[in-house]
């Protein structure tokens, strides 16, 4: 079984990554991980903190000459900004009073945080509860993209919305949606994309925040990874928790998943057909490539809500933790938007949960022996 584990606060001396149950004899390109993490850092609406931060890995464990050796996978992301914060960060000896943030943010994890784990400072939270662990997940992310290129699977991802601009809904060709590389705001349509930046421009300047919806897509996935014979099997479910993980994301839907509510079922379900030379086939995708839990051949197509930055510049009303007095939120330097930076993280994260159901349809010690599995698979 794949798993990942994260470590690391905001502005900590590092942040740590942990990948258990990776094959062996996988050939890791880390040019690749940098451009996927430097992926992660742009996108029109990011804050001051991008300026600082150019994120790197450091591997540790798991990997020798350049090839996965089957044993956990350590490494580390250092966080530049440490070096600024590093008298109230550091692990044994740091001035706790100085930065001290008694205002919660509403939409934070400040004040329940704080509640839970019985903290004065809901530094303590925000530390950890920041997307910055997110760089983590991207990284373990490349690291299951450059297995899966092995098995000819291909994703990618485009912003289809910020706040109220938004792309029309159809499905796209992967050439398309790669065009979205070069734009600031990973919109497919520059005019759009064009509208999507004055809008985020309108927000800061109104000390506001947005959010928005990305989209999802994988293709060439084999028949039937993942299962309808128990709940915690199916792929739709599987997908939905790891993005429904990542910071900020408070909707996920696949295919037409809310759109197809409103239909009847007569113009929602992708109807089968065969020719020979073609085997069996769909001519629509409406399900977004999984059916009873598992996909169906065709690439998978997952959208995802984000919902506005909880820190506005223009700040919110809250209440003091230690007095009870209403005050006004805290003022942490922000992004305005991350939208086009979640995109990526959404892209890695459910790439890993196909990473992790690969490994359990084809063998998980070592790319030979997935790659025979996979191939006696495609056989039949
Ligand atoms: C890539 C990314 C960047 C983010 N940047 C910020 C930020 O600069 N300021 C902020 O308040 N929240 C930011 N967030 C959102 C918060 O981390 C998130 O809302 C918070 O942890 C509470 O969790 P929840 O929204 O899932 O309930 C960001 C989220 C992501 C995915
Ligand atoms: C550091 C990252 O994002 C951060 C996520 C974040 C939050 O509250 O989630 C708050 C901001 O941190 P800071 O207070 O240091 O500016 C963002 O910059 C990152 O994505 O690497």
Not at 61 to 76: E, H, M, N, Q
Not at 229 to 247: C, E, F, G, P, T
Request: charged residues 25%.
């Amino acid at each position: 079984m794949l798993r990942i584990l994260t470590a690391g606060e905001s502005h900590g001396k590092s942040l740590a990554g942990i990948i258990e149950g990776f094959p062996s004899n996988v050939a890791i390109n880390i040019d690749e991980i940098h451009q996927d993490l430097a992926r992660r850092q742009q996108g029109y609406g990011r804050g001051g903190r991008m300026k600082i931060e150019q994120d790197r890995i450091e591997i540790l464990s798991g990997v020798r000459d350049g090839k996965t050796l089957g044993s956990p996978i350590a490494f580390l992301i250092r966080n530049k900004d440490y070096e600024n914060w590093e008298s109230y960060m550091d692990p044994m000896e740091a001035d706790t009073e100085t930065k001290k943030v008694t205002n919660p943010r509403p939409g934070h994890a400040d004040l329940i945080g704080a509640l839970k784990y019985g903290f004065e400072d809901v530094r303590n939270v925000l530390e950890r509860s920041s997307a910055r662990e997110t760089a983590v997940r991207v990284a373990a992310g490349s690291f299951v993209k450059q297995l899966l290129k092995n098995f000819q699977i291909q994703s990618a991802v485009h912003v289809t919305a910020i706040g109220e601009i938004a792309v029309n809904e159809k499905p796209r060709s992967f050439e398309e949606i790669w065009e979205a590389e070069d734009s600031p705001v990973r919109c497919v349509d520059p005019v759009i994309g064009q509208r999507m930046m004055e809008t985020i421009d309108a927000a800061k300047k109104e000390g506001d925040s947005l959010g928005g919806i990305f989209e999802i897509y994988i293709q060439g996935l084999p028949v039937g990874l993942g299962s309808y014979v128990q709940w915690d099997r199916k792929l739709d479910a599987k997908l939905a928790y790891a993005l429904m993980s990542i910071q900020a994301i408070k909707g996920v839907e696949f295919g037409y998943g809310f759109k197809n509510a409103q239909k009847p079922g007569s113009q929602v379900h992708d109807e089968i057909f065969y020719e020979k030379e073609k085997g069996i086939y769909r001519v629509t995708n409406h399900a977004g490539g999984i059916e009873g839990g598992m996909t169906n051949g065709q690439p998978i197509v997952i959208r995802c809500a984000m919902k506005p930055i909880p820190t506005l510049c223009k700040p919110l009303r809250t209440i003091d933790i230690q007095t009870g007095e209403a005050v006004e939120a805290s003022v942490e330097r922000s992004d305005t938007c991350a939208v086009p930076a979640a995109s990526v993280v959404g892209e890695m994260a459910a790439l890993t949960v196909i990473g992790e159901e690969f490994i359990r349809k084809f063998g998980g010690d070592s790319l030979e022996e997935m790659r025979q599995r996979w191939k006696d698979c495609k056989s039949i």
